[in-house]
């Protein structure tokens, strides 16, 4: 059921605030309670010696501001800004690019809290977390084994940062994100793990934040939309058919009573002659 990306050793982590998914993950988190994927951190330092612990914000509520779709609010996803790992100059772009969402940021420093870590110390976090790492004591470094748990359902599309393809997503020429954008979504994106549109994983959100993601990339969110429609108006015949099948057979019970019933048990018994279906010799045991 779940598929185990192999660990790496990490040194550098970015000193802003990031959710993780962008380079694990070619399209964007499933909602929030029913996640795929859930990344672990296995320290091998002792905090108290080298700093850098790793500051998260939590969600606190279900209508929690930080954590609305889609998740863009960062560099290397927001726009034209860059993924450059210095807080002073990547929040300076960020509010050069949109105040508005430099503010919203900022509020996140506010309310930012600390792991702690020793030698052996495991965390487990959602890639949709928003953290951080704080800056190391001069002359330390951190190290830490990062793991990736994925459902299998996700294979491909989601993966390590050490080696795989999401990593390249923050490239400064984004040139993964054009190529992805330019890609079939029928007979190429298939091939890196992207769920064809006819797929049940392009539900409305997921369509959205795809496009949120890829818009400006050249990612035509209409084959998606047209599959989910035609998904919705097979599901609408279905449900009409029980519907007006019930309705039928409640009207007819009206009208025949019993009659309509011994109709239905004679066609049984006929059934149970031809057939000798164990099914109607029990109806028959309890005649
Ligand atoms: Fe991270």
Known sequence: MFACYKSFILTLTA????????NHNLLHPTAWDS???????VY??????CGGATAVVDKEHADDPNYQWPYMKMPGVWGDVDWINDRTTAENAMRKSSPEVADFRSLMYDKEQ????????????????????????????RRAANITIAKKSARGRICNW???WASEAYRLDRSLLKLIGRLSPTLQRPGLGIPPPTSEFWDGMQIHAASARYGNYGWDPEPYLQQRRKRQHQRLASITCVCVG????????????RSLLSDIYCWLHVESSLTNSRFIKRWHSFE
Do not use: N
Request: aromatic share 14%.
């Open 162 to 164: 050490g080696r795989g």
């Open 35 to 41: 996640p795929e994927v859930v990344s672990i951190l």
């Open 15 to 22: 000193l802003f605030f990031i959710q993780d998914y962008p």
């Open 246 to 257: 019930v309705v039928a057979l409640s009207f007819g019970l009206a009208r025949k009573g």
């Open 114 to 141: 600390y792991v702690k870590y020793i030698p052996g110390t495991v965390v487990l976090y959602r890639q949709d977390t928003w953290h951080r790492g704080t800056p190391l004591k001069p002359g330390t470094s």
């Open 44 to 49: 091998f330092d002792d905090e108290e010696e």
